[in-house]
C-alpha cells in the first residue's frame, strides 16, 4: 500500500501543478457564474470511518443543501449552468486532488460516501472503509449507468479483494476516456 500512497502523492501533485491554469479558470468562471463559495465541501467518510471534507467546484446555487434533500438528477433546478458542465466533463472533481495530495483520498478507490450513506451500512459493507476512498473506482467504469447501492458495494468489495497497482492503472486508463466524452451525470 505505501507504494500505492506515493504513486496517489506523485501523480495528484503533478497533475495539479499541470492543471492549475484549467483550476484557476474555472475558479474563476465559477465564481463569476453565480454568487457564493468557489469551493464546495462534501462531508464524506474516508478510510476507517474518518469524517473528511471532499473538495469539489460548486455546481449548485449558494444554500442548495438548506433547500431539501440531495438529487442528482440532471434536471435539479438548483444546478447552476456551469455546474451542470462542471459535473457532465467532472472537472468539478478537480479540487478533489488536493484531497489525495493531503491523503484524504487515492486516485482509485471506492468512491467516498456521505454520512448518511455510511449510516446504512452493514457489517459486510464496513470492509469498503479498509481503503482510502478514490476519486475513481471500479463502478465508475463498469456500471457507471447502474446506480443502485448493492451493485456499488458490490463493486467496492470487489476492488479490495482484488486491488493491486495493475488493477489502478487499468480503471485509471479507462476513466480518462470517460471523461473526454462527458459521461457524468
Request: hydrophobic share 40%; net charge positive.
Amino acid at each position: 500500500m505505501r507504494a500505492k500512497r506515493i504513486f496517489d502523492y506523485c501523480t495528484a501533485s503533478l497533475a495539479l501543478v499541470l492543471l492549475l491554469p484549467i483550476v484557476a479558470t474555472l475558479a474563476i468562471l465559477v465564481k463569476l457564474s453565480s454568487p457564493g463559495e468557489v469551493i464546495y465541501r462534501a462531508k464524506r467518510i474516508g478510510r476507517d470511518g474518518r469524517p473528511f471534507y471532499m473538495y469539489k467546484f460548486r455546481t449548485m446555487i449558494s444554500g442548495a443543501d438548506r433547500m431539501g434533500p440531495l438529487v442528482t438528477a440532471s434536471n435539479d433546478p438548483r444546478i447552476t449552468v456551469l455546474g451542470y458542465y462542471l459535473r457532465k466533463t467532472k472537472l468539478d472533481e478537480l479540487p478533489s486532488l488536493w484531497n489525495v495530495v493531503i491523503g484524504d483520498m487515492s486516485l482509485v478507490g471506492p468512491r467516498p460516501h456521505p454520512v448518511d450513506d455510511y449510516e446504512r451500512y452493514s457489517v459486510e459493507h464496513l470492509r469498503r472503509l479498509d481503503v482510502s476512498p478514490g476519486l475513481t473506482g471500479l463502478w465508475q467504469v463498469t456500471a457507471r449507468n447502474d446506480p443502485s447501492f448493492e451493485t456499488n458495494m458490490a463493486l467496492d468489495l470487489e476492488y479490495i479483494e482484488n486491488w493491486s497497482l495493475g488493477l489502478d492503472l487499468k480503471i485509471l486508463f479507462k476513466t480518462i476516456p470517460a471523461v473526454f466524452r462527458a459521461e457524468g451525470r
